[in-house]
């Protein structure tokens, strides 16, 4: 069916090629576990490094490096609340949770299996749905994206835990710092208060180790006791058997994984969304769809396992237009494109037909790299993991701090960075116990850029129509994404109200409507 | 177990501050740059990785260090379409020429003019060398109608055209501009975040026409897109048939054209090693190979030849943007 198929079958399992998946695995995880060093960095590095090997393996070797990079972001999200990548915000969500409960090697376990599956499912769709799904892609234009954007807004509906007013406000605040520097669309420059390098805005590493980290390393130093008392807990009940039992868990929730892995492929085929987008959203409809949503945000395996096997779905979904179309689905595929293009490979449908069997070797060496995660991270996570259990809490704190700093510089190499997680990680406290949810600001700064492209590019390419604005509801998808906007704003109001009404029943039958623990399997 | 766990997270801590360049600040080379260089160059780019910019330097890294005879260590400090990496080349970096930053005309023309406080001056760039550049071309789909640039520009003398491109006060932009002051076309610039981004936008039939760069074209081009016109002085070898704006009758020369700069206070010596070394540079075999490949046009204007040719820019950008009304202030 693919010609030059066996031929790449052939030489991924050459010795060679094995060795390159191990080395790209192993440094990827490094820098991915590194808050500041994201995969499109680390790839970069890579690049002249590709110069010396012949294509086909230079390409195997950033392939690997790339799933790892991402699936490596998920450590430090459990461990200490740092998301690695902005592919794995929504991990910190029950992630750091779980590890507060002296859970943190379930956590750990359960986001390996789900990115390997993640990943295989991108894989999965790169090699047998990429040339035929790639124009799907083309159909969305400025006003699509404007949509996908409000679509995410409405996800602070379930982040907003206690006040969806407060959440709302949160949101805002997040939107308005996304709004800082040269404006996306006319080249305004915008709050920067004078200071010239507030051009470049509020990048989203350094707010996301302002917001989630340093408040989490503040309430470290404020109450010790908490943590002493989950880590001992963690070192001295070691469960027998925690390993295939949290695997087989993972993998008896089959509607979870299934959910996030095409949520994953597909956003990560949209070149104007990527895995930062993929995590939440895959979260969100996780959460949405539980029949015991009250315990996501407080220690819930789907949870974990939502986000992080979405974002290893977008490493294979971004790069079916990649590969199709010659467009990169995400940052990290533009290093990718331009090692293609290095080495005289113009991506296009052609590609696959004239040069099959690199194609097709670079596809399955992922395939290879996203198994080998499993043995890889499972060392790797879970030493960590003992590591930082182990590790006293006036040990611990000073690491984070140096960790968040050098996490803020490295996004950059800029030191007002570091000055900025500082403020931002004072304010997220402050804001916190104000009743602010940060998950909520830190989804304004990821749509707000989304949001205010698809605005002004829309209404600037529909400028002939009589009204521009029309376009945003004329336009078949963005008229159904408008209505699922619709559905999911109307969702959690018509879900209190079931449960309004289930209380009432529950009381006037004297059953207790509360759900049994362990016995939250999906519909 | 322990020691080799605490190894690993060393290990790790290591990697990350080798990354992120922590040997940046170097000691003051000597004097007067006779002894240029005495070691380490940092070789600074103001964008992201990844992009065309980023590429190029990263496979002019080897090339570069056999010319200078001393190491080339390459980040990238991105942000404001390269402004906070010129404003701080303008303020802040040693003019030792151990520092050296990626620059881009027409950014560092437009920026100043436009934004007013951009935080450096277009005449606070020092240039030591323009090695490249990607001119302007116009792309449109193949069955949208429009055979020729005569057609395309007609069709916008009677309803309103769109066309995508590469970010607001860019040379997509102002080709944009300028081509539609020169044939009064009614021409509607849709920016987006870069060249890459652009292009689904007119594949998808969101916009009517594209103004990206050659190289970009090249990529249209394979996908069934049609390429116009091309903003270039002469036709390009990779256009053979495609016929040059000014040829059409519009004066108008527009693209990206890439160099490399140094503080203000650079001593002459410090530049014109520097130039020497990026004239090697493009002297490679294999440069020469990969650039014709990707469509990148080498150029080669020394210190002297680049300051002449950005003030000839600066006075025909000011002159453009004054007609729109787009100068800040």
Redesign the interface.
Known sequence: MFPGFEDALAQVVSPQMLLLCVVGVIGGM??G??P??SA??????L??VT?TLDPTSGLVLMGAFYAAAIFGGSFTAILVNAPGTPSSIATTFDGYPMTKQGRSETAIIAVTTASVVGGLTGVVGLLFLGPLIADV??????QEYFWLGIFGLTMIASLAAKSLLKGFAAGFVGLLISTI???????D?RFTF?V??M???VPLIVALIGFFTVPAMLDLITNPAGRSAAMHKERTQREPGLLPRTIRYVLSRPLNLGRSAVIGTFVGML??AGGNVANLVAYNEAKRASKTPERFGKGEVDGVVAPETANNAVVGGGLI?LLT????GA??D??I??VL??H?L???S?LFTEQGPLIFTFILALAVAVLLLAPVGLV?GR??Q??VV?TPTHLLVPAIALLTI?GS??V???PLDVVLMLGLGVAGYGLRHLGLPPPAIVLGVVLG?IIE?GL??GL??A??DAYPWMSFFTRPISAVIAIVVLLALAWPLLARWREHRAASRGTATGQTTETKAGANDEA | M?TS??A??T???A???S???CA?RAVPGGSQGTDYPAHSVQY?LPF????ES??TA??Q??PLEDALGTSVVI???????G??GW??LANQVRPDGYTIMGANIPHVVLQPL???????ETEDIKWAYIFQSTPNALVVSADGGHETLEDFLEAAQS????L?GS???TANHTGTLTLAREADAQL??????GT??A???L?????DALMTYNTEA??LQ??GMRVLAVASEERLAEFPDVPTLVESGFDTVEGAWRGVAVPPDTPKAVIDTLADAFAQVNKDPEIIE?SE??GYHLEDMGPAESADFIERRKEADQKLLEQFDMLSG
């Open positions: 490094a820098v576990a590194t500041g060093l499109t960095v680390g790839l970069a590095l690049l002249p110069f892609v083309l159909e969305f234009g400025p520097g040269v404006a996306p669309v006319g080249g420059v004078g010239t390098e051009q470049g805005g070149p104007g237009p179309l010659g467009i990169p940052p990290a533009a290093v494109f331009g293009m290095l005289g113009r991506p296009g052609e790797a030493g960590l003992r590591t182990r050098i510089y490295a950059r190499n800029n850029p492209s002004g590019q600037l390419a400028s002939g | 322990r766990r605490r690993f997270l290990t790790c801590g990697a990350a501050l990354l992120t360049g940046t600074i992201d990785p990844g992009g980023d590429t990263r496979m890294q080897k980040s990238n400090r991105p942000g404001g379409g402004a906070v404003s701080e436009a934004r007013g406080e951009a935080g450096y309803q309103e055209l769109t995508g970010g607001s006060f509607t610039y849709v920016p987006f975040s890459a981004a292009s689904p936008a594949l998808g039939g969101q916009v090249l990529n394979d996908k990969r490949e990707l």
